[in-house]
């Protein structure tokens, strides 16, 4: 546990941050992926990309439960949008807003962020690194903390954090029924990319032909 102090003290300053400067919250969403990123990856080694490659190669094992799993993750965003979204339309969720400059240069800064970066960087910390493996219910409990870590660094209402929640159970099922933790990357990344890519190149286009 001593290697999560630097993370989840990242993670305080992070949220507190998004709450003093919200408008600023595209940089700071970067900063505290790119921050993630590096202490899991250089200074942790919770990535490999040899490993990566690997399970590349492996439909049973790998692509058959990222597919069943980015499907989870679409039940979970329709849940999420057209049941939750509806139920509380006057409520506010307390969500961050990435507000991003009409420029073509922050905008593909933010499809890196939100289709690359976020995902691995989510994926390393929420779960392989706060998720361990022992008894059940010290596997219960620390999944538990990790959909709550996870939903507060998106959201300061409980709504929100609600929403967050059933979106993150899709990747941590698959993490902890797999142990991989390359399944529910990949499942995050295609997911995001499914999310994002048609307002990112709509966006982009949009500004070329302005």
Known sequence: ???????????LLFVIATIIIPKQAFYLYFIFYLGLLIYFYYFHKQFSFRKFARNLKRIKTFWIPVAITFVGLLLANDIKNKIIAPAFTLVK??????????????????????????????ELFFRKAIISFGSKKRVFALTIVSLLLCAVSRSHGLIGIAEWIIMAIPVTIAYVTTRNIYISI??????EFYDNIYSIVYAIGRIMNR
Request: aromatic share 8%.
């Open 186 to 191: 990949m499942a995050h990344v295609a997911f």
């Open 1 to 11: 546990m001593r290697r999560l102090y630097i993370p989840l003290l990242w993670e």
């Open 93 to 122: 969720d307390g969500n961050v807003s990435i507000i991003i400059s009409n420029d073509i240069g922050p905008t593909i800064l933010y499809a890196l962020m939100m289709i690359i970066m976020k995902p691995v960087a989510e």
